[in-house]
């Protein structure tokens, strides 16, 4: 069974901090990819990033930065000097390799205001 | 349009009717997947196409459930005997192959009174 566990429920932040949202997967794939999904209020889930199991390489674009860390099963995500236009639900999520490859297995997502 | 595309955008319906939720993909997608989003809760997957086959449809939660794409490209989610517990948001996503990005519609918001 594959799991997405994304603790923070809410997170409240000021503009221009920086916030990282948790990320910790359960898989006994050996292949896997991790995603991040932003949900603006008009709902749409927007993709943001897609990383295999076998790049731990850390990622930065722009603002935003991933850290994977297989040996912890995290894949957490920065936002450096937050926006008002971030604020959103964030997703984390796993698709398996083998018989599970064609689903993506969500957490239950994180709340991220950011006030002016 | 180039994004993937679900019709209706709302539907409210009565316990016990049958509804249809269409998804148009982008075009040339193979790949197609239903989610189901109910309030403060990540997506939860239910069937997921390749082609004109359904190659996964073990999130479908009872036989009321039922979705096909008969010719590879637009997929009908078709639900019997609607249950207030049905309500939710139904998402659709399509990609290009089975380990690229899902690109995702905005959904269609049943409600079942």
């Known amino acids: 069974a594959q799991k997405v566990t994304q603790a923070q429920t809410e997170i409240s932040v000021v503009e221009k901090e920086d916030v990282t949202l948790d990320c910790v997967y359960e898989t006994r794939d050996t292949t896997y990819y991790l995603f991040w999904y932003k949900q603006p209020p008009s709902g749409e889930l927007v993709f943001l990033i897609r990383r295999n199991s076998f790049d731990e390489q850390n990622e930065i674009s722009g603002r935003y930065s991933w850290n994977f860390q297989k040996s912890t099963s995290s894949f957490n995500f920065t936002i450096t000097a937050s926006q008002v236009v971030d604020s959103a639900v964030y997703f984390c999520?796993?698709?398996?390799?083998?018989?599970?490859?064609?689903?993506?297995?969500f957490g239950q997502g994180t709340i991220l205001t950011v006030h002016p | 349009g180039a994004g993937v595309s679900q019709t209706p955008s709302n539907k409210v319906t009565e316990k016990g009717k049958y509804v249809e939720l269409r998804c148009d993909p982008i075009s040339g997608h193979t790949a197609l997947y239903w989610y189901r989003q109910s309030l403060g809760q990540g997506p939860e997957f239910l069937i997921y196409f390749q082609g004109t086959g359904a190659a996964d449809d073990s999130g479908l939660p009872n036989d009321r459930f039922f979705a096909v794409r008969p010719e590879g490209s637009v997929s009908t989610l078709k639900i019997q005997r609607t249950e207030r517990g049905d309500s939710a948001v139904y998402l659709c996503a399509t990609s290009p192959g089975p380990n690229t990005e899902a690109f995702f519609g905005q959904g269609t918001r049943l409600t079942v009174v």
């Open positions: 999520a796993l698709r398996g390799g083998g018989t599970s490859y064609g689903k993506l297995t």
